[in-house]
């Protein structure tokens, strides 16, 4: 599991909540109990949130701030929904005061919410008495979000069925990308996943299963670049109804010969960058120029 954990004392504890991307992102058809079914190759990044959580003993329920974002101080808050959840499960009974720093843009595809979920688990695990093991804590993520159990593999792993099918990825071709840079970039403005996944069911442009398995098998296999893997089915769902994204993809692949891909359902995107990359400056100038002064243009690299 990520080492979360960066500063401890008995009742208080920090912890970080990496984002991620998804290198490879296939959606296959759409299940009975309405989720899709999904084939997903998920790397963890080096930014990400801060939760900062205190047991108060003299005190009852869940008390959330979230500087910045007073939207997200409530109950709808997949954070309070983990705490909640693990008080419920645990028949623990004491007051959690958390501090939700926030460097993932809602909205954004990198796993945020999830992410600070999982987060928001271990962490009270940590503090509490009855403590429940990884498995356990994995199969109650996966009650609050699909992607939750993914946060809790180290290095890339790979989900599967609605996301809570995961394994990790030990290959060569994800080893290599440990450590490798990735430039985030995302217009000032979020992207609904249930419009985004709605819009895909309805043009029925999903990838078969078989395509994807074999995809991931070849690049495991060194049979197929990573630069080759890369692939986001939301991507056409996305760029009919926002079309400065591929004007900028296609900028970005001509003139600086990378290629650039949507994590999830957006807004966010990222680029891998070669190690010798020179011209990240004006990517960046670019990236200003063709979505705003506003937009959120962040330096990472994909961590173990």
């Known amino acids: 599991m990520i080492e979360r954990i960066t ?5 208080f504890i920090k912890v970080f909540a990496p984002a991620k991307i998804n290198l490879f992102l296939a959606v296959t058809g759409k299940r009975a109990d309405q989720y ?11 930014i ?26 409530n109950g709808n808050n997949l954070v309070f929904q983990a705490v909640e959840k693990w008080l419920s499960k645990t028949g623990e009974n004491w007051g959690v005061q958390i501090s939700l720093h926030k460097e993932i843009p809602p909205m954004s595809g990198l796993g945020g919410g999830s992410s600070d979920a999982v987060s928001a688990l271990i962490a009270v695990n940590e503090l509490g008495r009855n403590k429940l093991s990884n498995a356990e804590l994995s199969s109650l993520s996966a009650e609050i979000g699909s992607d939750c159990p993914s946060f809790f593999t180290n290095g890339l792993c790979i989900a599967e069925g609605r996301g809570e099918m995961v394994r990790q990825l030990g290959h060569q071709a994800a080893q290599k ?3 490798k ?25 999903y990838s078969s299963m078989e395509w994807a398995t074999d995809q991931v098998d070849r690049w495991g296999n060194d049979q197929l670049s990573t630069g080759d893997f890369l692939h986001n089915d939301l991507e056409g769902a996305v760029f009919d109804k926002h079309r400065y994204f591929p004007a900028l993809f296609e900028q970005i692949q001509s003139v600086y010969a990378l290629t650039p891909r949507l994590s999830g359902s957006g807004s966010a995107c990222f680029v891998l960058l070669p190690e010798d990359f020179d011209r990240l400056t004006q990517l960046k100038e670019a990236i200003f120029e063709a979505w705003g002064d506003d937009s959120w243009v962040k330096y990472a690299e994909i961590i173990n």
Not at 7 to 11: F, H
Not at 181 to 205: C, D, H, W
Request: hydrophobic share 35%.
């Open 36 to 46: 899709h079914e999904l084939v997903t190759v998920l790397g963890k990044l080096s």
């Open 181 to 205: 840079k990735v430039l985030l970039f995302r217009p000032n403005i979020g992207l609904s996943t249930a419009e985004i996944y709605s819009r895909l069911s309805e043009n029925q442009k």
């Open 48 to 73: 990400g949130d801060t939760l900062a959580i205190r047991r108060d003993s003299s005190s009852k329920g869940i008390k959330l701030t979230c500087p910045g974002y007073p939207e997200l101080e």
């Open 7 to 11: 500063e401890r004392s008995a009742d």
């Open 177 to 179: 990308l440990i450590g």
